[in-house]
């Protein structure tokens, strides 16, 4: 598969190495293109920089921005990814306090991306691992929560060929659960040293 990464963040490059892991073609785009030229510098296999300018030819787009970026370039894109599996990794998390979700009550991150481009196959995965294990080669869970059967299937075929286990959890509504159990995980992460926030960092696209 073709997997266009956005967002050349620690995110984004650890679903890049894991994507190259498997043998996939990556391409990563970011708002400041040095950043992505930078990060495929770092990598192994068939991966190259491309302008931030829409979904091209990829079979997966991995949105490993920060809320609400995921939503914006959905919106902005919703045509050209008509029928794409669009990948959504964001935690829409308060950083500030790391005690509640950003998004209105009802809803997820990924529920919203699926709005702003309804012909997409919206996918939440890849969202509770941290970045810095995820960039590793352990065989780590991928929870997948998705409505369409075929966009679920792409992201276990990713999710398993770099290695890691894909489980499904249900439909997209489930990643308002996936997303409030990383809240969480990253509440427990900063209470006992902080270690999260130098991994799991996406930037701003």
Known sequence: MEVLIVGAGN????????????????????REPERARAVVEELDGDVAAVELDGPGRADVVVLAV???????????????LAGTTVVDVTNPVDFSTLDDLVTPPGTSAAE???RAAPRARVVKAFNTTF??????????????????DLAA???????????????????????????AFQLLHMKVQDQIGGRFRTSLTMQPV
Do not use: C, S
């Not at 920060?66 to 050209?80: G, V």
């Not at 294990?133 to 991928?142: H, K, Q």
């Not at 398993?160 to 439909?171: M, S, W």
């Open 11 to 30: 995110m984004g490059r650890a679903v890049a190495t894991r994507a190259l892991a498997g043998g996939h073609r990556v391409r990563i785009a970011d």
């Open 112 to 114: 919203q991306v699926a």
């Open 153 to 179: 299937a792409h992201v276990a075929t990713l999710a398993a060929d770099g290695g890691l286990r894909p489980i499904r959890v249900g439909g997209l509504k489930h990643a308002r659960a996936l997303e």
């Open 131 to 148: 970045a810095g294990n995820l960039a590793g080669d352990r065989p780590l869970d991928v929870f997948i929560a998705a409505d369409d």
């Open 66 to 80: 920060p809320y609400p970026a995921d939503r914006e370039i959905a919106a902005r894109w919703a045509d050209a």
